[in-house]
Each structure stands twice: as C-alpha cells, then as structure tokens.
C-alpha cells in the first residue's frame, strides 16, 4: 500500500498549496491537494496538478549537455557531471582571473522556490565568489515597497474573510487565471450577495464573472484611486476620526486629493464622470469592501505611486481591521528569515555591484562595463 506524504507546493503563489504524494517502491505514484487544508481542499491549479508526468517525463534532461555545433541549431552532447562542474569552473578561473568576479552575473527568479534551495544555498556561493549581485525586481518590487512604505507591513486578510464582505473591488488582477484558490472563497460570497467590482483594461475572465466591469485606459490606474477619494471627501463620506487616530499625513492627502476633481479624471482614464461617482459611493456605503490586487498594476511608470494611492481608499474610509474590509495584495510580510544567516556576509568578500534584472539584456550587450559581464548563469528563471 503507498504511504502517503504531506508537503506544501514550491511555486510562487500566496495560496501555498497543502499537497499529498503517494509513493510505492520508492516512486510517486499519485500527487493531489490535501483535502484537509482549507484553502486547497483537494484541488490543485493546473500548473501544479500535472507534477507527476513533469517527473517522469521521458525527456526530462538527467544529466547535462554540451552544445554542439552553432547556437540555436538544437544540437546538444550528453557529457558527464565531473565534465561541466570542471568546465565551468575553469572558464569562470580564466574570467575571474582576468576581469574579476563581477563579470560572473548569476540570473534567478522563482521557477520552484524554496529557502534552502533559492536562497540559502545560492546566495552563500555567489557572495562568497564575489559575484555581480542581481536585483531582483522584475514582478512586484515597486509594489511591495509602496505597500510597506504606506501600511508598514505587507500582510492580506484571509481568503475565507472575504464572505464577511459587502463589495470586492478586483483591480487590475484576474484570480480566475492567477488565483484560482481565492475564487472559491470569493463565488460562495457572491452566491450570498456580496458585490464584484473589476478594473482591468481587458475583459478577462474575472470581470466576465463580476457584476460591473470598468475600463481605464492603461496606466491610470492612480488618478482613478485619487479621484474616488477626492468624492469620498468632498461627500463627507470618509472616517475623519479614523484616519486622526490612525495615520500620518492626512492633512497632506486631503490636500492632494483635491487636484482631483471626477472631470479630470474622467479625461485621464476615459471613464464617464458618472461612473467615477458611482464607484466612489458604492466603495465607500457598501461596508465592509475589500480591494484585492496583484502585481501587474505596478508594472508601468509610477507604478509604485499608483499602489500607494490604492493603498490610502481603506484607509479614508476606516476599513482596515474591519473583517472583510481592507486592501488585499500580498502576504509576503507574514515570513521573515534572518538574513545574516542566509547569505553569511561576514565571510564574503564585500557585496559587488548591482546590475537590475529588468535591464539583463542591455547589461549583456555594454551597458555593465567595469568589468563586462562574460558568463550569465541562469537557474530557476527563463529570461529568454
């Protein structure tokens, strides 16, 4: 009979998947959700639900290969483990001996994470190599640090929290498609009467589903978040009293938001005056609301400044620590690790430069120079 192990899934998504895998003769021979955990219940994402035939695919790479012939030209040697582990160090011996470690650029992301895995175990070896570090920016960097700056800790409530609410405003995410987990929580609340509210340029499937779809133009989303507080305001609808217990700079938001008036903001976005008011007084009468987000509305110029903005609408109208009220983005502020451990600074040489991954390719071709970058080392990611 298979035992069956418990384990969590390794991807990127907030979700964490609980997951079982039965193993008979020291091979998996089943792998599915837990359908003990409350959020998994059983289920997986298509991604994750097919692990088994990615394990044991029968063109699964099991040992390294060497190019051989032109690149692109798809043809490839097996050669052995000692053979790479001595080829690639002596072509890094002959590069750091000739242009330093800086010219070494490791490239990750988050393919299959793990602490030990992706942190721990490469970040001790490229600090210690003095390698060029990589900024690793490319997903949700100008948001996280706008949710940071602007609540002091990137928490989100609970998915199963969503039934307290009243109205969700989905903006500028598709949880059909990326967070699939949320959507049973958030289907059972609609059944119950609760609002769905998307913004999103696109008609994706999530605002197929809501009950009012808006469309801004691209990269407004920031005046559209000013612009329904300059009304929440201007209709005494905030929570004066909240925001004077409770934030700092309330004065100067008051102020900014009065350059937003809903005509000027209807230029910006495109949408009609009428619609800016009616989202306005929907958000701020329908208690408890919860705006959910993701990370493709920091990913454009003032993307940041736009998060902060989105950030400030719970805030006007108390709802932080309301259950099923509050902004839900990212819950990456609940795990915290002791980062002299992980990377072991102290017996590294000092940190190298910084070369952002948004700018691999001009790296590549000049733009890093003191010294060239003359190996990219790529695992876990597919920047290609």
């Known amino acids: 009979m298979p035992s069956r192990i418990r384990g969590a899934c390794p991807h990127d998504c907030p979700d964490t998947c609980s997951v079982v895998t039965e193993v008979e003769n020291g091979r998996a021979v089943a792998f599915y959700g837990d359908p003990d955990h409350p959020v998994t219940q059983g289920w997986l994402c298509a991604k994750v639900r097919p692990y088994l035939d990615h394990v044991y695919h029968p063109d699964r790479l099991t040992q390294p290969l060497r190019r051989a012939g032109r690149k692109g030209g798809g043809q490839w040697q097996p050669i052995t483990w000692d053979e790479a582990i001595a080829e690639i160090a002596g072509r890094w011996q002959e590069i750091i001996g000739r242009y330093g470690a800086e010219a070494i650029l490791p490239y990750s992301y988050s393919g299959t994470l793990g602490l030990v895995q992706m942190t721990v175990a490469s970040t001790r070896f490229w600090n210690r190599l003095g390698a060029s570090q990589l900024q690793r920016s490319i997903c949700g960097a100008a948001a996280e640090a706008a949710v940071q700056a602007t609540l002091g800790v990137r928490h989100s409530p609970a998915y199963a929290d969503v039934a307290h609410s009243r ?19 958030l289907r059972a609340a609609q059944r119950q009467g609760t609002q769905l509210i998307v913004i999103d340029p696109r008609r994706s499937r999530t605002a197929a589903g809501a009950d009012w779809h808006l469309s801004p133009k691209p990269g407004t989303d920031g005046a559209l978040a000013l612009g329904l507080g300059h009304i929440i305001v201007r209709e005494g609808w905030h929570n004066e009293n909240w925001l004077n217990a409770h934030t700092v700079g309330w004065a100067q938001l008051r102020q900014r938001l009065a350059d937003y008036p809903p005509e000027r903001v209807a230029a910006i976005t495109g949408l009609e005056t009428a619609d800016i008011a009616r989202l ?11 705006i959910k987000m993701a990370d493709g509305i920091n990913r454009h110029a003032n993307g940041g400044q736009t998060v902060r903005a989105i950030c400030t609408l719970p805030a006007l109208t108390g709802q932080y620590g309301q259950c099923g009220g509050g902004l839900a983005y990212t819950t990456s502020g609940y795990v915290a690790w002791d980062g002299a451990a992980t990377s072991h600074w102290e ?22 120079s003191a010294p060239p970058i003359q190996s ?3 695992f876990g990611a597919n920047p290609g």
């Open 347 to 368: 017996e590294c040489p000092p940190p190298g430069r910084v070369i952002n991954m948004n700018r691999l390719g001009q790296a590549l071709l000049g733009e890093a």
């Open 280 to 290: 306005a007084r929907l958000y701020a009468q329908e208690t408890p609301s919860l």
């Open 167 to 185: 109205l969700v405003i989905v903006w500028g995410h598709n949880p059909v498609t990326t967070a699939p987990h949320f959507m049973q929580s």
């Open 376 to 378: 990219l080392f790529v």
